[in-house]
């Protein structure tokens, strides 16, 4: 019996079975690193916790400069002034300041500061004549006339006092991104100033000082032996 021929069959290509990628040694380094590091920093924070180890400073943190020139003396001068009393006063100023006919959004400057400053009263003993002293040794008696009651100006109180609110016309803003006047708010401290002066001369300071001053001069010529103190005040 004839048999065919032998008759090649096609072959079939099936596809390739992709090897399991490893990483390679220098990326298995990268891999460890990390690890070993994230462990370091979990164990630092872990420390930190508990307080064994100090806080970390911050290596972008704001850094003050302290530039300043040395302090230099102007003037010096003695004093011969008791001062006998003084006053702390809170004012609220409100300041305004524009242009007639001129709309306020335009320009316009309003400011709300509240001021507190303090008040002296003072007794200046380098003015006293030379008959202001009358002594009696026999009834063991003085006699002695001061001038009057001296107030000083108001001493602001920069850390008590603050701007509450402030308000400015558009032409104000614009002037004010290119430079900013520092007379303005002088202005503001200025004013509050002289309205805490004022007040204090009504606030009755003057008779509070007169008393002190004639009891801490009592309670002086007394060590002194002196039994009588009389304490006259010039009229101002």
Same mark, same amino acid.
């Given at each position: @019996?004839?048999?065919? *021929?032998?008759?090649?069959?096609?072959?079939?290509?099936?596809?390739?079975?992709?090897?399991?990628?490893?990483?390679?040694?220098?990326?298995?380094?990268?891999?460890?690193?990390? /690890?070993? /590091?994230?462990?370091?920093?979990?164990?630092?924070?872990?420390? !930190?916790?508990?307080?064994?180890?100090?806080? /970390?400073? =911050?290596?972008?943190?704001? $850094?003050?400069?302290?530039?300043?020139?040395?302090?230099?003396?102007?003037? @010096?001068?003695?004093?011969?002034?008791? +001062?006998?009393?003084?006053?702390?006063?809170?004012?609220?100023?409100? #300041?305004?300041?524009?242009?007639? =006919?001129?709309?306020?959004?335009?320009?316009?400057?309003?400011?709300? /500061? +509240?001021?507190?400053?303090?008040?002296?009263?003072?007794?200046?003993?380098?003015?006293?004549?030379?008959?202001? #002293?009358?002594?009696?040794? &026999?009834?063991?008696?003085?006699?002695?006339?001061?001038p009057p009651p001296?107030?000083?100006?108001?001493?602001?109180? @920069?850390?008590?006092?603050?701007?509450?609110?402030?308000?400015?016309? #558009?032409?104000?803003?614009?002037?004010?991104?290119?430079?900013?006047? *520092? =007379?303005?708010?002088?202005? +503001?401290?200025?004013?509050?100033?002289? $309205?805490?002066?004022? &007040?204090? !001369?009504?606030s009755g300071l003057?008779?509070?000082?007169?008393?002190?001053?004639? !009891? @801490?001069?009592?309670? #002086?010529?007394? !060590?002194?032996?002196?039994?009588?103190?009389?304490?006259?005040?010039? =009229?101002?």
């Open positions: @019996m004839a048999t065919s *021929p032998d008759v090649d069959e096609p072959t079939r290509e099936y596809p390739a079975v992709p090897e399991e990628r490893r990483p390679s040694g220098f990326a298995r380094l990268l891999i460890f690193v990390g /690890f070993v /590091f994230a462990l370091i920093v979990l164990a630092c924070f872990g420390l !930190r916790a508990i307080n064994v180890l100090p806080s /970390f400073d =911050n290596p972008f943190e704001d $850094r003050t400069v302290d530039r300043s020139q040395p302090v230099l003396l102007q003037s @010096m001068r003695d004093l011969h002034r008791y +001062v006998a009393a003084d006053g702390t006063f809170q004012v609220i100023v409100d #300041l305004q300041q524009d242009k007639e =006919n001129i709309p306020d959004f335009l320009v316009n400057r309003r400011t709300l /500061f +509240v001021g507190s400053g303090t008040v002296e009263v003072y007794v200046d003993f380098s003015e006293l004549a030379g008959d202001a #002293l009358k002594i009696d040794e &026999a009834k063991q008696s003085i006699e002695l006339t001061l001296q107030q000083s100006t108001a001493a602001l109180d @920069m850390t008590k006092s603050y701007v509450v609110a402030e308000e400015r016309g #558009l032409f104000d803003r614009i002037g004010d991104a290119f430079g900013e006047e *520092p =007379n303005k708010q002088q202005r +503001v401290y200025q004013l509050a100033q002289e $309205r805490i002066t004022e &007040a204090a !001369r009504a003057d008779e509070r000082a007169k008393e002190n001053t004639q !009891r @801490m001069l009592e309670s #002086l010529f007394a !060590r002194l032996g002196y039994t009588t103190v009389t304490v006259t005040f010039a =009229n101002p």
